[in-house]
């Protein structure tokens, strides 16, 4: 099942979009399985389940006596992160996805100078008509980008946004053209301000969008995603 899924995504998607296997929730087994049909990025939203995932693959690693088992896995931080837990999640993932206010994003930067890293991250973008959902609003996020605030040790790739729970797929494209304007804006400022390094082969550093889940990625696809998060079309139902 997960391989076949794999399989057909990877054929229907086209080749510019980061599939990112949700994998939250669900048995390492389960990520091994779509990391034999092709699948190297997962996402995961919970700092201690994902410092047990990569402990579980280093354990395997010294087990078979094959260090370089699952090397190339990519992880993707999808959750809200506290600035308490940064310690579990960012010396193991590629990206955070999901940084949603200034003071994380003040943290993550503090965090990577006093550990010589630099973390690439989305700024998580509020879009829905959902007031819980987390994210920079439009007028957060002018005043982040009218600070002037330097983040040597934060590389902004880009923005992520989940659009409204609705079948109303008016509402939905909605949404998603906000995170589609709030990236240009963001865009521009990564391009004129020069306060972050350019990313190689992207020329402002931050061409990513993060839009789409398994029930409105073909949208999301369509309107210009360049990451979509798939996790129950995949897994199946989450195993809390």
Known sequence: MIKE???????????T?????????????????????????FGESRPQ??????????????????????SDVEWHFIG?????????????????????????????????CNNNKVTDILIECHISSDESKQGFSRDELLDLLASGKSYPNVRVRGVMGMASLTEDEAVVRDDFQRLLDLHDMVADWIGESHLLPP????ECGCGEI????????????????????????IFGERSY
């Open 49 to 70: 389940e994902l410092l047990a995932k990569v402990r579980e693959l280093e354990k395997i690693r010294a087990e078979r006596g094959e260090p370089d088992y699952m």
């Open 5 to 15: 899924t794999i399989h057909r995504l990877k054929s229907e998607l086209p080749a």
């Open 80 to 112: 809200h992160l506290q600035t308490n837990k940064l310690k579990m999640v960012l010396p193991y993932v590629d990206m955070v996805q999901s940084v949603d206010s200034v003071r994380l994003l003040e943290a993550i930067d503090a965090w990577g």
């Open 17 to 41: 979009i980061k599939l990112v296997a949700v994998s939250k929730f669900h048995p390492f087994e389960a990520i091994e399985e779509a990391y034999e049909a092709g699948q190297r990025c």
């Open 210 to 233: 993060s839009m789409g889940m398994s029930g409105d990625y073909p949208m999301a696809v369509s309107m210009g995603a360049t990451i979509i998060r798939i996790g129950s079309i």
């Open 199 to 202: 990313y190689a082969g992207d």
